[in-house]
């Protein structure tokens, strides 16, 4: 799978354990920063994941800062994202088999990194359902109509 992969500086450590992960399990993965330490803006770098996943250039993404909420919010701006902040591998699951989640978000200050690379495995293997779940996202997609 092709995988955009983001973080802010609090999720630095985090970013580059998931980086690892994913390419262990042979995945592409285009790294969208941040690099170092210093502080920078989470939606500057959501904005890029997402970027990334809307133009086809990457199958999923995801997106790592403190709490995950940041990033989230932000991810979720961007029409044709559905990001699912997952801090359990059945919540993980779940936003992939009924609402086909395409960016991950996680909270580097939540979930210790085992845990983290628990949930992203999970949320990589598991597939949406469609049927009735579709048409729910459909309803989504049209902002409730
Ligand atoms: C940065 O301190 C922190 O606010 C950010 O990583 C994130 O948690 C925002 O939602």
């Known amino acids: 799978m092709r995988i955009a992969l983001g973080c802010d500086h609090a999720a630095l450590d985090l970013k580059r354990a998931v980086l690892e992960f994913l390419q262990e399990a042979g995945h592409a993965v285009t790294d969208h920063g941040t690099y170092t330490e210093e502080s920078c803006d989470y939606p500057e770098v959501a904005a890029n994941v997402t970027g990334a996943v ?15 909420i940041g990033m989230s919010i932000a991810a979720n701006k ?26 991950l978000c996680m909270g580097a200050r939540v979930v ?17 359902e469609g049927g009735r779940h579709q048409r729910r996202l459909d309803m989504v997609e049209s902002d409730g109509q």
């Open 54 to 68: 809307c133009s086809q250039g990457a199958d999923r993404g995801i997106l790592l800062c403190g709490t995950g």
């Open 112 to 128: 210790g990194s085992g845990l983290a690379l628990a949930i992203t495995d999970c949320w990589l293997a598991e597939v949406f």
């Open 78 to 103: 961007t029409k044709g994202i559905r990001a699912a902040l997952c801090h359990d591998t059945y919540s993980a699951s779940m936003s992939r088999r009924h609402n086909d989640s395409n960016v």
